[in-house]
């Protein structure tokens, strides 16, 4: 398994933006895949979006389409997330999650339950 550390979050007004940032350290194999998941009270987790392995484009969320960016590093093993144009419904805990995906398709088909390793979440709160 490998260990994941977000760092990034914090508070800001509508319309604001963050940037988290998900430090991968052990061993990656080829075939992992890394989701952003948020949590916020009272309700489920949701996947906002997922890399798989170190190629390919990211999938989003219907729910932050437009809104967030998903970004590899892989000299650095970190995986990004550009948050822009927060509204309040984006408060939540963020976590990173990784789990073996053989496929793009297995990856974005992950649900939050299927991932085996979580970072330990960072705070975005948006007040209006």
């Known amino acids: 398994q490998v260990r994941l550390v977000e760092s990034g979050g914090g508070s800001v007004q509508v319309g604001g933006s963050l940037r988290l940032s998900c430090a991968i350290f052990g061993s990656t194999p080829n075939n992992i895949c890394i989701a952003w998941i948020r949590q916020a009270p009272g309700k489920a987790r949701e996947r906002v979006a997922s890399?798989?392995?170190?190629?390919?484009?990211?999938y989003y969320g219907d729910s932050v389409k437009g809104r967030f960016i998903a970004s590899r590093d892989v000299a650095k093993k970190t995986v990004d997330l550009q948050l822009d144009l927060l509204q309040p419904e984006d408060t939540a805990i963020y976590f990173c999650?990784?789990?073996?995906?053989?496929?793009?398709?297995?990856?974005?088909?992950?649900?939050?339950?299927?991932?085996?390793?979580w970072g330990q979440g960072t705070q975005v709160t948006v007040s209006a």
């Open positions: 999650a990784a789990d073996s995906a053989k496929s793009y398709l297995q990856c974005v088909s992950k649900s939050p339950g299927d991932f085996a390793s």
């Open positions: 890399l798989h392995t170190w190629y390919g484009s990211p």
